[in-house]
Protein backbone atom coordinates (compact mmCIF):
# COMPACT_ATOMS: atom_id res chain seq x y z
CA UNK A 1 0.00 0.00 0.00
CA UNK A 2 1.41 3.61 -0.96
CA UNK A 3 5.05 1.82 -1.72
CA UNK A 4 7.71 4.04 -3.30
CA UNK A 5 11.24 2.52 -1.98
CA UNK A 6 12.85 1.21 -5.04
CA UNK A 7 12.99 -2.86 -5.74
CA UNK A 8 16.77 -3.04 -4.84
CA UNK A 9 16.40 -0.66 -1.64
CA UNK A 10 18.82 -0.90 1.16
CA UNK A 11 17.35 -0.08 3.89
CA UNK A 12 19.65 2.49 6.39
CA UNK A 13 17.87 1.64 9.02
CA UNK A 14 17.18 -1.97 9.26
CA UNK A 15 19.73 -4.01 11.21
CA UNK A 16 20.30 -0.57 13.20
CA UNK A 17 20.58 -2.44 16.43
CA UNK A 18 23.57 -4.60 15.27
CA UNK A 19 27.00 -3.56 16.53
CA UNK A 20 28.48 -2.07 13.35
CA UNK A 21 25.32 0.00 12.40
CA UNK A 22 25.59 1.22 15.68
CA UNK A 23 29.08 2.30 15.37
CA UNK A 24 28.53 3.90 11.95
CA UNK A 25 25.44 6.02 13.60
CA UNK A 26 27.49 6.94 16.30
CA UNK A 27 25.19 5.39 19.16
CA UNK A 28 21.73 4.40 20.06
CA UNK A 29 20.28 6.43 22.89
CA UNK A 30 17.38 4.00 23.69
CA UNK A 31 15.85 0.80 22.14
CA UNK A 32 13.57 -2.07 23.19
CA UNK A 33 11.96 -4.82 21.30
CA UNK A 34 9.93 -2.60 18.82
CA UNK A 35 11.74 1.18 18.65
CA UNK A 36 15.44 2.20 18.37
CA UNK A 37 15.92 6.04 18.65
CA UNK A 38 19.40 7.75 18.30
CA UNK A 39 21.20 11.30 17.07
CA UNK A 40 20.30 12.12 13.52
CA UNK A 41 23.49 12.14 11.22
CA UNK A 42 21.61 15.11 9.75
CA UNK A 43 22.11 18.47 11.42
CA UNK A 44 20.13 21.82 10.91
CA UNK A 45 22.58 24.85 12.45
CA UNK A 46 20.79 25.84 15.19
CA UNK A 47 19.30 22.55 15.97
CA UNK A 48 21.86 19.96 16.55
CA UNK A 49 21.44 17.02 18.17
CA UNK A 50 18.32 15.77 16.82
CA UNK A 51 16.83 12.80 17.59
CA UNK A 52 15.34 9.85 15.44
CA UNK A 53 13.02 7.28 16.54
CA UNK A 54 12.28 4.21 14.61
CA UNK A 55 10.74 1.01 14.14
CA UNK A 56 12.68 -1.89 14.56
CA UNK A 57 11.00 -3.77 11.71
CA UNK A 58 10.84 -2.10 8.56
CA UNK A 59 7.41 -0.62 7.68
CA UNK A 60 7.74 2.00 5.00
CA UNK A 61 5.27 4.58 6.10
CA UNK A 62 2.61 5.59 8.39
CA UNK A 63 0.15 3.80 6.35
CA UNK A 64 1.37 0.48 7.25
CA UNK A 65 3.22 1.09 10.56
CA UNK A 66 1.07 -1.44 13.47
CA UNK A 67 -1.02 0.69 15.99
CA UNK A 68 1.06 -1.00 18.37
CA UNK A 69 4.40 -0.11 17.31
CA UNK A 70 2.79 3.54 16.45
CA UNK A 71 1.88 4.07 19.57
CA UNK A 72 4.97 3.18 21.36
CA UNK A 73 6.80 5.42 19.22
CA UNK A 74 4.70 8.46 19.73
CA UNK A 75 4.91 7.70 23.17
CA UNK A 76 8.62 7.37 23.50
CA UNK A 77 8.77 11.13 21.50
CA UNK A 78 7.35 11.99 24.64
CA UNK A 79 10.06 10.96 26.86
CA UNK A 80 12.48 12.29 23.92
CA UNK A 81 10.73 15.71 24.37
CA UNK A 82 10.87 15.96 28.08
CA UNK A 83 14.41 14.91 27.83
CA UNK A 84 15.65 17.77 25.46
CA UNK A 85 13.89 20.31 27.50
CA UNK A 86 15.96 19.24 30.59
CA UNK A 87 19.45 18.22 28.36
CA UNK A 88 19.43 20.87 26.31
CA UNK A 89 17.76 23.37 27.50
CA UNK A 90 15.58 24.32 24.69
CA UNK A 91 12.69 26.94 24.53
CA UNK A 92 10.48 24.36 22.52
CA UNK A 93 10.38 20.78 21.24
CA UNK A 94 9.34 20.58 17.32
CA UNK A 95 8.10 16.40 15.74
CA UNK A 96 8.42 15.61 11.91
CA UNK A 97 7.49 12.88 10.23
CA UNK A 98 7.12 12.47 6.22
CA UNK A 99 5.13 9.96 3.84
CA UNK A 100 6.00 9.78 0.13
CA UNK A 101 7.65 11.82 -2.49
CA UNK A 102 5.22 14.21 -2.56
CA UNK A 103 5.28 14.66 1.56
CA UNK A 104 9.18 14.69 1.37
CA UNK A 105 10.24 11.16 2.26
CA UNK A 106 13.66 10.58 1.16
CA UNK A 107 14.33 7.41 3.76
CA UNK A 108 11.78 4.34 2.95
CA UNK A 109 11.73 3.59 6.53
CA UNK A 110 9.34 4.98 8.64
CA UNK A 111 11.00 7.36 10.94
CA UNK A 112 9.46 9.94 13.58
CA UNK A 113 12.01 13.23 13.94
CA UNK A 114 12.20 15.41 17.44
CA UNK A 115 14.00 18.77 17.28
CA UNK A 116 15.21 20.85 20.04
CA UNK A 117 13.61 24.20 18.89
CA UNK A 118 14.91 27.75 20.18
CA UNK A 119 14.14 31.27 19.29
CA UNK A 120 14.66 32.26 16.19
CA UNK A 121 16.15 29.01 14.86
CA UNK A 122 15.00 29.23 11.98
CA UNK A 123 14.87 25.32 11.36
CA UNK A 124 12.85 24.88 8.84
CA UNK A 125 14.42 27.76 6.66
CA UNK A 126 18.06 26.56 7.12
CA UNK A 127 19.96 23.81 5.25
CA UNK A 128 20.97 20.57 6.54
CA UNK A 129 24.44 19.09 6.54
CA UNK A 130 25.70 15.74 7.87
CA UNK A 131 27.14 15.95 11.45
CA UNK A 132 30.57 13.51 11.88
CA UNK A 133 30.12 10.80 14.32
CA UNK A 134 32.16 12.92 17.19
CA UNK A 135 30.04 15.51 17.21
CA UNK A 136 27.25 13.19 17.94
CA UNK A 137 28.90 11.32 20.41
CA UNK A 138 28.49 14.05 22.87
CA UNK A 139 24.57 14.32 22.48
CA UNK A 140 24.20 10.23 22.60
CA UNK A 141 25.91 10.38 25.76
CA UNK A 142 24.27 13.55 27.34
CA UNK A 143 20.44 11.70 26.53
CA UNK A 144 21.96 7.67 27.62
CA UNK A 145 22.49 9.41 30.68
CA UNK A 146 19.08 11.05 31.08
CA UNK A 147 17.38 7.57 30.06
CA UNK A 148 19.43 6.10 32.73
CA UNK A 149 18.29 7.50 35.26
CA UNK A 150 14.40 8.01 34.04
CA UNK A 151 13.77 4.54 32.51
CA UNK A 152 11.14 5.09 30.61
CA UNK A 153 7.11 3.84 31.28
CA UNK A 154 6.41 2.94 27.82
CA UNK A 155 3.26 0.34 28.40
Keep these: MYNHQPSDYECPFCGLDQEANQIRQGGIIYQDDRIISFISRDWWPQNPGHVLIIPKLHFENIYTLPFPVSDRI ?21 T ?50 YFDANIPVLD
Design 74 to 94: HRFAKCVALALKEVYHCDGVS
Design 96 to 145: RQHNEPAGNQDVWHYHLHVFPRYVGDNLYHEKKAESNIEDRIQYVQKLKT
